[in-house]
């Protein structure tokens, strides 16, 4: 089939505006769900989070009976539509709304495939702890090949939310908490899910979300209001955003938040000023879920009338929801209260993106066949596994007490996330199933030796006060170890999942604190969504493993790091505080005029650290590694050169390992108060024991600047510190000058 040239589709997008009418038009600026018609006595937002949470099988979910709105499509009325899953279902719209209306436009399918759909991965904050972001995009690309023979056409994900707050449950969704890493990440899954060619049937549009600075809630409480300075919101919170749109993201979503009293639905500076006229952004924005409607709640336009209107002349090209612009717009295009060219600029991007896409020409891009057997294939379970694994980050290993040997006599699993699949798949797994789940238990006894007895027992529920710890520690009382697998549920991060509180839930800390008086080795091994505050774990456990919720093949890459199958070698990308009451605390903070030191009038606190529990980059491996001979390629540097970075690292262990070496960068004297540290490069490398390599990274001066009052980009020349080492706290330190 010939694809239409652009060219082409520039004329072809005049001519259906031309033919088009308003009501057709403003059937392609709103993204309808099929409506569920009552079922278990629920409303339809009650059942889908019962289906989020995991409550309702798919199956169940799919039973229910549901309105796909056919008669509206057959009128050319609906453009996108958002949780139609299936080859077979989402064919059979198609084939209404191409073969059966006046245009023949096809319908766009969108569905939130955040890590993974049926193979679900690591949640994307685990995944970011690999730092490779090659994989991520393997990742991203294995979701986008499972979507789309599923019928889906776009994903709401990457989600770029760059957050310093533990207490946001949607941490769970992004790359943590710095901008430069979480850019490269962002580049990297956008590539994986539009792939090469968009017009692919493997691939899938990327969605850049939640635009912007919705990971900066105030108070770490979801949908909360931002204030910020618009220097932060260039330096930190916009560039993963425009990473994106130069690896050629196809859509972005509006935030539900508010900044500076603007909400990021009716935003023109951010929509307009920013995405498209300084980043070049030339695809469609939609709203999150209600978004525009909920502007007149904030108190920000009149009525929802007022908002819709708002919205479209900001920028804001599709409504996601029913009501708004669908019931909005008509009169208000009617009696010219908004111009129809803006209408027309909106219908424009999302047709253009629909002719970006194939979809005129090839509008079935998936059958009943293919999607059986592409999902949850072999070869993507293999991927799910080495994500996985390369996601976890050791936090502590006391006496080298990990790996384990396979023919221990007797090994006792505990924990109320030992043997446990749904929450193995994280936040946002729609489609994952908790039978396709390896589990922790079973991965562990999948591993060892055929004589090792391995033991299982509760001890308590996740959260809440029924507990079992008595005969948990009878159980567990005579083994060679204990592994005690605690953390949070799925449902305790994500959307609407704020935490007042970051400790371990439940009775799940007075467990470990039982099990620690057996006298037994302990290695804890931490399933959660967000950092934790775990001072006594990190005080009292012989060893601990973060492996946060890492999906389909949890179990299994579990067992390959406490085993010794692979030597762990994740870093975090996001600070762990001491307690909640550190929060936001994160590494590249802004220099103060009186850093925390030893005497009282500095910046810290009276009843605890200043410092974090495990900082940024930080994580261990079962072999060591020694950083020397850290190098320069010049001392002085003009703007628009590179400096070349080079330092030896040894192991100077006894097995090879890999080893995140990172680059960071301090501006000594700047027109503005600089942060810290910056992190301006990584590499990631393996090492055999006793081998040495000169790692080389090449920093690009220009990364170097920030914006000033008039959002300049700027390099400033002045004296620069520079740090190589394995974390954000340690590291080798040189200098140079920005000429
Ligand atoms: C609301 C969430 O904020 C957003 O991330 C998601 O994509 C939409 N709902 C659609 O489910």
């Known amino acids: 089939m010939n694809k239409s040239s652009k060219k082409d589709y520039e004329i072809r997008i005049d001519e259906l505006i031309y033919k088009m009418t308003l009501a057709e038009k403003i059937g392609q600026v709103v993204q309808l769900s099929p409506s569920l018609f009552g079922a278990f006595g629920l409303t339809p937002d009650e059942l889908i989070e019962k289906l989020v949470i995991g409550e309702i099988s798919p199956e169940e979910f799919e039973k229910i009976d549901r309105n796909y709105h056919e008669d509206e499509i057959r009128q050319g009325l609906i453009g996108a539509m958002g949780g139609v899953i299936g080859a077979e279902k989402s064919n059979e719209l198609q084939k209404i709304a191409v073969e059966e209306s006046r245009l023949g436009i096809p319908i766009l399918f969108g569905l939130d495939v955040i890590h993974g759909f049926r193979t679900v991965f690591p949640i994307p904050l685990a995944e970011a702890c690999s730092w490779e972001p090659e994989l991520m995009r393997e990742t991203a690309r294995i979701a986008a090949k499972e979507a789309s023979a599923a019928g889906i056409h776009w994903t709401f994900a990457p989600m770029l939310d760059v957050s310093r707050d533990a207490r946001w449950g949607r941490v769970a969704e992004g790359a943590g908490e710095d901008t430069f890493l979480a850019s490269i990440i962002a580049a990297s899954r956008v ?62 979503m509006s935030a539900f938040n508010d900044i500076n009293g603007v ?8 929509l307009t000023d920013v995405l498209r006229g300084m980043y070049g952004f030339d695809g469609f924005v939609v709203s999150d879920a209600n978004s525009v409607a909920e502007c007149a709640i904030h108190g920000y336009a009149e009525a929802r009338k007022e908002a819709s209107k708002k919205a479209i002349e900001a920028g804001l090209d599709m409504d996601m929801s029913k009501g708004t612009f669908a019931e909005d717009l008509p009169s208000q295009l009617e009696d010219g209260t908004i111009s129809e060219e803006v209408l027309n600029e909106a219908v424009r991007r999302i047709l253009r993106v629909k002719f970006k896409m194939g979809l005129f020409d090839n509008p079935y891009r998936t059958d009943k066949d293919k999607e059986e057997k592409v999902i949850l294939c072999n070869e993507h379970l293999k991927v799910a596994r080495d994500m996985a694994r390369r996601s976890i980050v050791l936090l502590k290993n006391e006496n080298e007490m990990l790996p384990l040997k396979k023919n221990l006599k007797k090994i006792a699993v505990v924990g109320p996330l030992a043997d446990n699949g749904t929450d193995m798949l994280g936040t946002w797994a729609i489609v994952g199933r908790s039978e396709d789940v390896v589990t922790i238990l079973s991965g562990i006894k999948e591993a060892v030796d055929s004589d090792t007895e391995v033991v299982y027992s509760k001890g308590c529920e996740i959260e809440g006060d029924k507990e079992e710890i008595k005969k948990t520690i009878e159980d567990a009382s005579d083994s060679d170890v204990i592994i005690a697998v605690v953390g949070e549920s799925s449902e305790m991060s994500g959307e609407a999942a704020s935490r007042i509180d970051i400790n371990l839930p439940g009775k799940q800390l007075e467990l470990l604190k039982e099990l620690h008086k057996t006298g037994k080795p302990l290695v804890v091994v931490l399933v959660n969504g967000r950092p934790l505050s775990i001072p006594w774990i990190s005080e009292n456990a012989t060893a601990i493993v973060e492996s946060w919720q890492l999906g389909v093949q949890s179990g299994n890459a579990i067992a390959d790091v406490l085993f010794g199958d692979y030597n762990p070698s994740g870093k975090l990308v996001s600070t762990f505080p001491y307690s909640v009451g550190q929060v936001p605390i994160y590494y590249n903070h802004p220099m103060t005029g009186r850093p925390a030191g030893k005497i009282k009038f500095t910046s810290k606190y009276i009843d605890g650290p200043a410092e974090p529990l495990y900082p940024f980059g930080f994580g261990l491996s079962y072999t060591n590694f020694e950083y020397s001979n850290m190098s320069l390629s010049a001392n002085k540097v003009t703007k628009d050169s590179k400096l070349k970075v080079s330092v030896d690292v040894k192991n100077t262990g006894k097995v090879q390992g890999e080893e995140i070496v990172q680059l960071y960068v301090y501006d000594v004297v700047a027109s503005r108060v600089r942060p810290v540290k910056e992190l301006k490069g990584f590499k990631k490398i393996m090492l055999k024991p006793g081998q040495l390599e000169t790692v080389s990274i090449e920093l690009d001066i220009n990364t170097l600047g920030f914006h000033d009052e008039n959002m300049n980009y700027v390099v400033e020349e002045g004296l620069f510190k520079i740090y190589v080492g394995p974390n954000s706290r340690e590291g080798l330190e040189e200098e140079f000058y920005v000429i």
């Open 191 to 252: 590539k994986g899910f539009q792939g090469e060619d968009l017009s692919s049937d493997e691939s899938i549009l990327a969605c850049a979300k939640h635009y912007v600075a919705y990971g900066a809630p105030v108070g770490g409480r979801d949908y909360n209001t931002v204030d910020m300075s618009l220097q932060a919101l260039h330096d930190i919170y916009l560039p993963p955003f425009e990473a994106a749109v130069q690896a050629g993201v196809a859509t972005v």
């Open 263 to 270: 909400p990021c639905t009716t935003n023109k500076y951010l």
